[in-house]
C-alpha cells in the first residue's frame, strides 16, 4: 500500500465518521425551535435564567454529575418513571437552552432532570446542599458546606440564611454559587408536553 | 547489540520527558483514585473533612484526566518518539524543539490539573479542562506529531506497513477530534443536544482513534520483534485497520440509552461495535499465534510479559464492549459502574499494559540501559494484573447489581449505594495493589534512568542505534 492510498482512507473514513454524526445530527436535532405556548406565551423548553445558567455550570464544577445523571428514560426496559424521576421520557428537545448540555455518566444518585418538580422550595435544595442528612438521615449525598459562609447576623433580617441554628451569633448563608446552583436545580423540570413526548 | 558508548538520539530528551511525566501522573493520579474509591465507600468522609478538592466530584473527574493525557497519552508519544525514528531509519532533527513540547504537554496537564483542583471540571465528556489546555494540548501535539509523522518515512517500500498504517490515522484523528470538540462545544456552534452527541463522538476519537490505534503500532510492531515472528497476513491486517478507523468513531453512541441521542444514532452505535469488534478478533487471529508457545519467553523477558497481557486486554475490551452494546445489557448497565469497568479494561489493563510492555522494550534502545532482574519487576507485574482483575471484576459486577436494583423501583436510592459497598471494598484493595505495582515500577524507571543499577545487558530491539547508520528494520511485515 502506498501512504498516498492510506491517507486517502484516512481521511475518508473520518470524513464518513464526522458527516454521518455530527452533520446528520446537525439536520436531526441541531436545527430543533422551542414550541410557543399560546396560553402562556411562554416557550417550551422554558428559557433559563441568568442565574440558572450560571448554575449549570457551578453543578457541572462540582461534579454532581460523577453520580446524577440528566436523562430520564422511557418506561420499556428502565423504570427511570416508575420511581418518579420525571413525567416523561426525556428528549433531545429538552436540552435545547442547556449550556453546557450534559447527560452524566453515573447513576450513584437519582436522576436530577425533574428535581425542580420533586423539590421545589428553594429553601430544602440550600439545606440539602449544606448537608443531605438533614433531610435524609441515611443520604450519601456528599455535603457542600463550601458554597456556604458562615457570618454574624446583621442589623437586618437575612432573608436567605438556612433556617438553622445560630452559633456565635453567625448564621448560615448561601454563597452566590449556591444561589446559582439552587436556581439552576430549580431550572429542571419537563413538566410540559412536547410533540414527540406527550405525557400521559 | 548495544554499543559500549551510548549514543543519544536527538529525541532522548523530549522521550524521556514524555515518560518522565507519564510514571509521575500515573503515580499520582493511582493516588488520588484511591482517596476518591475512599470518598464513595465512606460518605461520612465527606462530613469529616469537607474540602472541595478532595470531593468525589473533584476526584472522579480529575483522576480519569489523569490517566488519559498524563499517563496514557504522554506515555505512549514517548515509546514512539524513541521507536518511531528507528523503524523508519530517519533519525529527528530538532531536538530542542521536540523537548520544549514534550515538556508543553506536561504543563498542559498540570494546568488542567489545576483547574479541575480549583474550578472544577467542565462537565464535558473526555473534555474536562478549559480551551487554555487544549490550546496547549495543539501546540504541543502539531510539534510532537510532525516529529512523528516525519517518522512515517515518504516511500513505505520497506519496513513494517501496519504500525505506519495505525501511526497515520491517529495522527490525523487527534487534531480532527479535538478541533471539531473544540469548535461545536465551546465555540457555540452546536446547540442542546448536538453537544451530547459531540460528546460522545469526542469520547470515541479519544479512545478508539488515538490511543487504541497508538496501542496497535506498539504491538505491531514490537511483538514480531520480540517474538521473530512475523504477522500472518499483511492483507487481513489492512483490513482490520480500515474498519478500525472507520468504525471507531462511531462506538460511542452505543452507551448512550435512549435520552438526548436520536435512536437511528444508537442503532449505529450498536452495529459498529459489533462490527467493530469483528476487526479486532481479526488483529487478534494475526497477533495471538505470535505468542504461541512462548511461555518461557514470556515469564522470561518482562516486556513481552505486558505486551501479551496487553494483547488479551485488547481483545477482552473489545469484546466486553460488543456485549455491553446489545440492546438488552444496554438497558440494564447505562448509568451504572459497568463504565467504570470498561474504562478498567481499555485504559488500564489494554492501554496500560501495552505502555509498561513497550517502555520496559524501548528505554534500553534509548538511554542504553539495561532492566536489572530484580524483585521489583515481579512485583509491577503480579500487583498491576492481581489488581486490575480485581477492580475490573468487582466494578463489573457492581454495575449489574446497580442496573438491576436501578429498574426495581421498589429499592430506595440508599439501599442500592449499600450494594456497591463490598464491591467498592474489592476495587480499593485492587487499586492499593495497582498503586503498589506502579510504585515498584516508577523506582525502577527513575533508578535505571539515573543508572543506580548495574546494568544487565538490555534486550536488543533494534540492532543498532540509528543515530549513526541509518537502516532497514530487522523484522516485522514487509
Redesign the interface.
Same mark, same amino acid.
Given at each position: 500500500m502506498k501512504s498516498g492510498q492510506a491517507l486517502f482512507i484516512v481521511f475518508a473514513s473520518l470524513l464518513f465518521t464526522w458527516a454521518g454524526q455530527i452533520a446528520l445530527g446537525y439536520f436531526q436535532v441541531g436545527r430543533l425551535e422551542p414550541i410557543l405556548n399560546e396560553e402562556t406565551n411562554y416557550t417550551e423548553p422554558p428559557v433559563p435564567s441568568g442565574l440558572a445558567q450560571t448554575g449549570a455550570r457551578v453543578f457541572a464544577s462540582q461534579g454532581c454529575l460523577e453520580c446524577h445523571s440528566l436523562s430520564v428514560r422511557g418506561p420499556s426496559g428502565s423504570a427511570d418513571l416508575t420511581r418518579g424521576w420525571g413525567p416523561r421520557r426525556t428528549v433531545p428537545r429538552d436540552y435545547l437552552f442547556r449550556e453546557p448540555a450534559l447527560i452524566g455518566s453515573s447513576r450513584i444518585g437519582s436522576d436530577l432532570s425533574n428535581i425542580g418538580l420533586r423539590i421545589p422550595d428553594s429553601k430544602d435544595l440550600m439545606l440539602h446542599l449544606w448537608n443531605p442528612r438533614l433531610r435524609n438521615s441515611n443520604s450519601t449525598c456528599p455535603p457542600h458546606p463550601w458554597l456556604f459562609e458562615r457570618k454574624v447576623a446583621g442589623p437586618k433580617i437575612e432573608n436567605d440564611a438556612l433556617p438553622l441554628p445560630t452559633k456565635d451569633w453567625k448564621q448560615i448563608l448561601p454563597k452566590y454559587q449556591a444561589k446559582s446552583l439552587v436556581a439552576y436545580l430549580q431550572s429542571l423540570h419537563s413538566d410540559y408536553a412536547l410533540p414527540e413526548a406527550p405525557i400521559k | 547489540m548495544t554499543t559500549a558508548i551510548p549514543t543519544f538520539s536527538k529525541a532522548t530528551a523530549a522521550a524521556t520527558i514524555l515518560l518522565v511525566g507519564s510514571v509521575s501522573w500515573a503515580l499520582l493520579g493511582a493516588g488520588l483514585q484511591v482517596l476518591s474509591t475512599l !470518598? #464513595?465507600l465512606i460518605?461520612a468522609l465527606?462530613?469529616v473533612l469537607?474540602? /472541595?478538592w478532595i470531593?468525589?466530584?473533584?476526584l472522579?473527574?480529575l483522576t480519569t484526566f489523569l490517566f488519559t493525557y498524563g499517563w496514557i497519552t504522554s506515555g505512549f508519544l514517548g515509546v514512539l518518539t524513541i521507536l518511531i525514528p528507528r523503524i523508519s531509519g530517519i533519525p529527528f532533527r530538532y531536538g530542542r524543539i521536540l523537548g520544549s513540547a514534550a515538556i508543553i504537554w506536561q504543563v498542559a496537564v498540570l494546568v488542567g490539573l489545576a483547574e479541575i483542583l480549583w474550578? %472544577? $471540571? &467542565? %462537565?464535558? @465528556?473526555s473534555m474536562p479542562f478549559s480551551r487554555s489546555v487544549t490550546a496547549l494540548f495543539f501546540l504541543s501535539f502539531i510539534v510532537l506529531g510532525t516529529g512523528l509523522s516525519r517518522g512515517?518515512?515518504? *516511500? +513505505?517500500k520497506s519496513g513494517p506497513?501496519l504500525p505506519?498504517?495505525y501511526l497515520?490515522?491517529a495522527l490525523?484523528?487527534f487534531p480532527?477530534g479535538l478541533g &471539531?470538540a473544540e469548535l461545536? #462545544?465551546r465555540g457555540g456552534l452546536? /446547540?442542546?443536544?448536538?453537544?451530547?452527541?459531540?460528546?460522545f =463522538?469526542w469520547n470515541s476519537f479519544v479512545h478508539h #482513534?488515538w490511543l487504541t490505534p497508538l496501542a496497535l503500532v506498539l504491538l505491531f510492531q514490537l511483538l514480531p520483534v520480540l517474538t521473530g515472528r512475523p504477522v500472518g497476513s499483511l492483507s487481513l491486517g489492512?483490513l482490520c485497520w =480500515?474498519a478500525t @478507523? &472507520?468504525l471507531?468513531? +462511531?462506538i460511542g453512541?452505543s452507551l448512550? $440509552?435512549?435520552?438526548? =441521542?436520536?435512536s437511528w444514532?444508537q442503532s449505529?452505535g450498536v452495529v459498529t461495535t459489533l462490527l467493530l469488534g469483528v476487526a479486532v478478533w481479526g488483529n487478534g487471529t494475526l497477533l495471538k499465534p505470535l505468542l504461541e508457545g512462548k511461555w518461557e519467553e514470556c515469564r522470561r523477558q518482562v516486556a513481552l510479559r505486558f505486551l501479551a497481557v496487553g494483547l488479551w486486554s485488547y481483545l477482552a475490551s473489545y469484546a466486553w464492549l460488543a456485549f455491553l452494546a446489545l440492546p438488552?445489557v444496554r !438497558?440494564t448497565t &447505562?448509568?451504572?459502574?459497568v463504565? !467504570?469497568a470498561t474504562q478498567t479494561l481499555l485504559l488500564f489493563s489494554f492501554y496500560g499494559n501495552v505502555l509498561a510492555g513497550a517502555v520496559y522494550a524501548l528505554l534500553p534502545a534509548s538511554r542504553m540501559i539495561g532492566w536489572p532482574s530484580h524483585p521489583t519487576l515481579t512485583i509491577h507485574f503480579w500487583f498491576s494484573t492481581i489488581g486490575l482483575t480485581l477492580i475490573a471484576s468487582s466494578y463489573a459486577l457492581a454495575g449489574f447489581f446497580?442496573g438491576l436494583a #436501578?429498574?426495581? /423501583?421498589g429499592v430506595p436510592? *440508599?439501599t442500592? $449505594?449499600s450494594y456497591?459497598r463490598p464491591f467498592l471494598c474489592t476495587v480499593l484493595v485492587g487499586q492499593v495493589l495497582w498503586w503498589i505495582g506502579q510504585l515498584s515500577f516508577s523506582t525502577l524507571f527513575f533508578a535505571s534512568l539515573l543508572k543506580l543499577f548495574p546494568s544487565v545487558a538490555p534486550v536488543a530491539i533494534f540492532p543498532v542505534d540509528y543515530d549513526e547508520q541509518p537502516q532497514p528494520v530487522r523484522q516485522g511485515q514487509h
Open positions: - | !470518598q #464513595l460518605p465527606a462530613y469537607p474540602i /472541595p470531593s468525589y466530584g473533584k472522579a473527574p474550578n %472544577g $471540571s &467542565t %462537565g464535558l @465528556i512515517l518515512g515518504r *516511500s +513505505w506497513l505506519r498504517l497515520l490515522g490525523i484523528a480532527l &471539531t461545536l #462545544l452546536a /446547540p442542546g443536544a448536538l453537544q451530547i452527541m459531540m460528546q =463522538v #482513534l489492512i =480500515v @478507523i &472507520t471507531g468513531g +462511531w453512541n448512550a $440509552s435512549e435520552g438526548p =441521542v436520536p444514532l449505529a438488552a !438497558q &447505562t448509568f451504572t459502574m463504565g !467504570q446497580q #436501578l429498574n426495581d /423501583p436510592m *440508599s442500592i $449505594s456497591l
